[in-house]
């Protein structure tokens, strides 16, 4: 496609469900990131994946939280027992990956309110 | 560790007056700098980036920002603003080697007529 698609655009869903949210990064793109954000808030650095590297963990807020990344296409973002907190836009971006001054390409997000 | 600093959650201008977005970072190497817009339901776009040319970079919608590594900071300006600058703004840092961007927590931008 011609730019990074998520999906779904919203999701409501009750607390303690688990959720799966999904993205596609522009094709050829080696690295994709996953943040969240929050009312009022920046964006927080969730996961990092670059090629067949392990990916870069360290800012999921908990072991609720996990994604998975099929080679250098679709990304899953997955979160167990949902909570109230968990609540945010779920943007995903992805780049070229040939260093850390290319462009970081966003998708639109998934805007997940749990109730 | 890369951190950065935007002064100010809203700014408000009257159209055609002077656009002033502060971005201070903090970084332990030569950084790259990072503009991007949020419109309203859409996703981020990059405004403008620093990658260590030159240090006033100029970008897309009359934006320009300028490097200061002896105030750490980015600032970015529009000499006019236009009703359709509204939006929300964010200044972020990554560090080279690694390419995950670290994000402000942004200014939304008001512009009245």
């Known amino acids: 496609g011609a730019g990074v698609s998520q999906s779904p655009s919203n999701k409501v869903t009750e607390k303690g469900k688990d959720v799966e949210l999904r993205c596609d990064p522009i094709s050829g793109h080696t690295a994709l990131y996953w943040y969240r954000q929050r009312l009022g808030q920046g964006l927080e650095f969730l996961i990092y994946f670059q090629g067949n590297s392990a990916p870069d963990k360290s800012g999921l807020p908990s072991d609720r939280f996990s994604a998975e990344r099929t080679g250098e296409s679709v990304s899953t973002l997955t979160i167990q027992r949902t909570q109230q907190e968990d609540s945010a836009v779920y943007l995903c971006?992805?780049?070229?990956?040939?260093?850390?001054?290319?462009?970081?390409?966003f998708g639109q997000g998934t805007r997940l309110t749990v109730v | 560790a890369q951190s950065v600093t935007q002064l100010g959650s809203h700014v408000s201008v009257s159209e055609g007056a002077l656009v002033l977005l502060r971005c201070n970072y903090s970084?332990?190497?030569?950084?790259?700098l990072f503009w991007y817009v949020q419109y309203p339901n859409q996703g981020l776009q990059l405004l403008l980036k620093?990658?260590?040319?030159?240090?006033l970079v100029k970008g897309i919608n009359g934006f320009e920002a300028e490097f200061k590594k002896s105030e750490t900071s980015f600032h970015l300006t529009k000499p006019s603003a236009h009703m359709s600058d509204a939006a929300e703004y964010f200044c972020?840092?990554?560090?080279?080697?690694?390419?995950?961007?670290?994000f402000g927590k942004g200014t939304m931008l008001l512009v009245s007529p």
């Open positions: 620093y990658t260590s040319a030159a240090t």
């Open positions: 972020a840092v990554s560090e080279e080697g690694y390419s995950t961007l670290t």
């Open positions: 970084s332990s190497v030569p950084p790259y």
């Open positions: 971006a992805s780049n070229p990956g040939w260093g850390s001054d290319t462009e970081a390409f």
